[in-house]
C-alpha cells in the first residue's frame, strides 16, 4: 500500500506516544492472559475439595483474577489514550494540511474540481485514514501480541489442543475478509443513494420557487420516493450481508468450543489433562476469537484507507500555479499597465484577451466596457492576480504583479465580484470581514457610504441580522451594495468593480460613485459596466470587443 507510506513522517513525529501505546498494549494482553491460567486452577482446586466452605487458595486466585482484570482494563484504557489520540492528533494535521493547500490553490484548479469532491477529501477520505491510523494500526499489533502471548501458554498446555484450536482461527480471517470486502462495496453503493437523495433535496429546496410556480409538487414528490425505495432496497442488502458476519463468528466460536470440548473431554478420560486445563482453553480460544475475526475488517479499513491517501496525495500533489514569490515590505501606489496581455481559459480553451495594452496612473478611474464575452471580468482576475496572464504581463507600479508580494498587494486592492457573495453570517460580520476587529462604527460608516444602511436598520436584528446562505435573506441590490461596503471598509488603493453596480437604481448608483470620489481621492478605481451611467465619471474608458468577434471580422 504505496500511499499510505506517506503517512510514515506522521507515525515518526507521534513516535513517543505510539511507543507508549505498544508497550500499554503488550502490558494489557500479558495480564488479559495471565489470568486464565488461574481460572483452570480455580476449577480444579474445587474440584479436588468437594466440600462448600472457604477455600484460602481459591479465594487466593480469585484476587489474582479481578487484580488481573483491573490491570488489563487500566491498560486497555491506556492503550486507547495514545494510540487512538495520536490517530486523532495526525487527523487533526492532515485536515489542516488539506485545507492549508486549498488556500493555496489558483481559481482554474477550482473550476476543475467538483467541490462535493473537495468536500469529501476532506471529510470522509481523512476518516477513512484515520481509521488506519488508530484502529487499523492498534488491531493489528495487539493481536500481534496477544497471539504470541497466548500461544506460549497454549503450548505450555498442551500442543495437540493448540494446534487443533488455532488451525481454523486464519481460514476464519480469510473468509471475514472476503464478507467485509463485500461489505465495504455495498456500503459504499449504499453511501452513493444516500448521496442522491441529498443532491435531490437540496435542488428541490433550492428551485423551490420554480416547482411551485410550476405546480410541479407531485412530479418532485414522486421522483424523491423513488431515490428513497431505491436507498431501501441498497440499505436492505447490506443489512442482510451484515448479517452473515456475526452468523459466521459464532459459528466458528461455536465448532472451536466443541473442538475443544471433544479432544479436551478425550484426554481427561485418558488422564492426561485436567478439567481446569480445558477451562483455559475454552478462555484462550474465546479471547482470542475477536481479534482474529478483526483481521478480515481491518485489511478492508486499510484497503479504504489506501484509496483515500491516494486521493488526498494526487490533490496535494497539484502545485498551483499562483505563487508567491516575495515576503519583503514595502508601499503600492496603483500605477497599472497592460502590456501585451492575452489570457485563455485552460478548462475551455477560449481566449478571453487577445493582446491587450493600456495604462492608469494611480488615482485615475477606468471604466470597461463591452458585450457580453469580451474579457472584461477576466481582467479583473487578472488584477487581483486569481489567474496569470499566458502571454504579456501586467505592470503595478512599474514592477511584474507575479513579482510582487502577494500578500501585500491583494491587502493593497478591493474588489466587489459581479456574483455577491456573502458568508451565512451576521451583515456586521460581512461588512467588516476584511478587517481583524472593526468596530460596529466603522462598519455603520461604510454601510452608509455604500447607501445600504438605511435597509439595514429597518431589519429587525440590524446589523446582527443573518444573512443566510450565501446572503439568501437579502434582495440583490441590497447584497450588491453590503458587498461594497467590504471592499470600501478597507480603504484600498485599488477599487474593482466587476459589473457590481446592476441590481442598483441610477440614483443609488450615483451616491455610492458620489461617496468613492469623496473618501477614496486617491484610489485607482476600474469599474467594469454595461451602463453609460457607471461609466461617465471615469477618467478613461476601455471598450472591449470580444475576441471571436474579431476574428469573425
Given at each position: 500500500m504505496n500511499a499510505l507510506k506517506t503517512l510514515n513522517p506522521y507515525f515518526w513525529k507521534h513516535k513517543v506516544m505510539l511507543f507508549w501505546g505498544f508497550l500499554f498494549i503488550v502490558a494489557s494482553n500479558f495480564f488479559n492472559i495471565y489470568k486464565v491460567q488461574f481460572v483452570g486452577k480455580s476449577v480444579d482446586e474445587i474440584s479436588k475439595n468437594q466440600h462448600f466452605g472457604f477455600n484460602k487458595q481459591v479465594l487466593i486466585y480469585v484476587a489474582i483474577i479481578v487484580g488481573s482484570s483491573l490491570l488489563t482494563g487500566f491498560f486497555t484504557f491506556m492503550m486507547r489514550q495514545t494510540i487512538i489520540v495520536a490517530s486523532r492528533k495526525i487527523e487533526y494535521e492532515l485536515k489542516n494540511k488539506i485545507y492549508r493547500h486549498y488556500q493555496e490553490m489558483s481559481l482554474t484548479q477550482y473550476k476543475k474540481t467538483n467541490i462535493g469532491d473537495l468536500m469529501n477529501r476532506l471529510s470522509e477520505d481523512v476518516v477513512a485514514v484515520r481509521m488506519y491510523l488508530g484502529p487499523g494500526v492498534m488491531y493489528v499489533v495487539n493481536l500481534m501480541v496477544l497471539m504470541i502471548i497466548t500461544s506460549i501458554y497454549m503450548l505450555n498446555t498442551d500442543i495437540q489442543m493448540t494446534l487443533w484450536t488455532l488451525i481454523p482461527l486464519p481460514i476464519l480471517s480469510?473468509?471475514?475478509?472476503?464478507?467485509?470486502?463485500?461489505?465495504?462495496?455495498?456500503?459504499?453503493?449504499?453511501?452513493?443513494?444516500?448521496?442522491?437523495?441529498?443532491?435531490?433535496?437540496?435542488?428541490?429546496?433550492?428551485?423551490?420557487?420554480?416547482?411551485?410556480?410550476?405546480a410541479k409538487e407531485k412530479y418532485i414528490e414522486k421522483n424523491y420516493g423513488l431515490k428513497v425505495a431505491d436507498y431501501q432496497n441498497k440499505a436492505l442488502d447490506l443489512a442482510k450481508t451484515e448479517a452473515y458476519f456475526f452468523t459466521i463468528i459464532l459459528f466458528v466460536i461455536g465448532i472451536l468450543n466443541v473442538a475443544i470440548l471433544l479432544i479436551g473431554g478425550s484426554k481427561f478420560l485418558a488422564n492426561e489433562i485436567s478439567v481446569g486445563k480445558i477451562a483455559d482453553f475454552f478462555m484462550y480460544i474465546n479471547i482470542l476469537i475477536w481479534p482474529f475475526s478483526m483481521v478480515g475488517w481491518v485489511t478492508s479499513v486499510n484497503q479504504r484507507a489506501d484509496a483515500s491517501m491516494s486521493r488526498i496525495n494526487e490533490f496535494l500533489d497539484a502545485q498551483t500555479e499562483i505563487k508567491n514569490t516575495n515576503s519583503a515590505i514595502y508601499d503600492i501606489k496603483g500605477d497599472i499597465e497592460f502590456k501585451n496581455v492575452s489570457y485563455t481559459y485552460p478548462n475551455t480553451g477560449l481566449k478571453a484577451l487577445d493582446n491587450l495594452s493600456f495604462k492608469i496612473k494611480a488615482g485615475e478611474s477606468l471604466a470597461i466596457m463591452g458585450k457580453t464575452g469580451s474579457g472584461k471580468s477576466t481582467i479583473a482576475l487578472l488584477l487581483c492576480r486569481l489567474i496569470d496572464p499566458t502571454e504579456g504581463v501586467i505592470l503595478v507600479d512599474g514592477k511584474d504583479l507575479r513579482d510582487h508580494n502577494l500578500e501585500i498587494y491583494r491587502k493593497f486592492i478591493g474588489y466587489i465580484p459581479q456574483e455577491s457573495y456573502l458568508f451565512s453570517d451576521t451583515i456586521e460580520n460581512n461588512i467588516g470581514f476584511p478587517l481583524e476587529s472593526p468596530s460596529l462604527e466603522t462598519v455603520i460608516e461604510f454601510a452608509k457610504k455604500a447607501d445600504v444602511h438605511k435597509n439595514i436598520i429597518e431589519f429587525k436584528d440590524q446589523y446582527k441580522t443573518m444573512v443566510g446562505e450565501r446572503g439568501v435573506m437579502l434582495s440583490g441590490g441590497q447584497k450588491q451594495r453590503i458587498c461594497i461596503a467590504r471592499a470600501m471598509i478597507k480603504k484600498p488603493g485599488i477599487l474593482i468593480f466587476d459589473d457590481s453596480l446592476s441590481a442598483l437604481d441610477t440614483e443609488t448608483e450615483e451616491n455610492i460613485l458620489q461617496n468613492i470620489e469623496k473618501e477614496l481621492k486617491n484610489t485607482t478605481c476600474i469599474i467594469i459596466t454595461h451602463r453609460e451611467s457607471s461609466a461617465k465619471r471615469a477618467d478613461k474608458i476601455l471598450n472591449l470587443t470580444a475576441v471571436q468577434d474579431q476574428q469573425s471580422a
Open positions: 480469510f473468509v471475514i475478509y472476503k464478507v467485509s470486502s463485500i461489505i465495504n462495496r455495498k456500503s459504499k453503493i449504499m453511501q452513493k443513494s444516500q448521496s442522491a437523495i441529498s443532491t435531490f433535496v437540496q435542488d428541490s429546496f433550492s428551485g423551490i420557487r420554480v416547482i411551485k410556480f410550476f
